[in-house]
């Protein structure tokens, strides 16, 4: 599976953003597909993942602002993010793995492409 995250940008506090991942490769609907963040100077950490029949898991920073969804017709997974802080500035990345845990623990991931940044202003 290949991945290419984009839809990053500036965005004040308090503004939107949504953020794609075009997945390619026939296994798509095997996996869970999630998104891990790195803020510069910190280790990566998990935001939110999807399961192909759409259950979805969120870290406690982001419950209740991001939205997480995937089109498996389209191969593409979405990240709606709203009331951005300063702190949700990262690189964000778009991960596939068959293990909740893995995307979770943002570690030993099976697949994750190029990221795109999100810089939220104060």
């Known amino acids: 599976v290949q991945l290419q995250a984009f839809g990053g940008g500036l965005v004040q506090a308090g503004g939107s953003l949504r953020l794609s991942c075009a997945a390619s490769?026939?296994?798509?609907?095997?996996?869970?597909m999630g998104w891990i963040r790195q803020a510069p100077g910190k280790e990566r950490e998990f935001v939110a993942a999807?399961?192909?029949?759409?259950?979805?898991y969120y870290a406690d920073s982001v419950k209740g602002r991001f939205t997480i969804s995937r089109d498996n017709a389209k191969r593409a997974v979405y990240l709606q993010m709203n009331s951005l802080k300063p702190e949700d500035t990262a690189v964000y990345y778009c991960a596939a793995d068959s293990s909740i845990a893995r995307i979770q623990s943002s570690s030993g991931l099976d697949y994750w492409g190029q990221g795109t940044l999100v810089t939220v202003s104060s």
């Open positions: 999807v399961r192909y029949g759409g259950i979805s």
């Open positions: 490769g026939s296994t798509f609907s095997s996996y869970l």
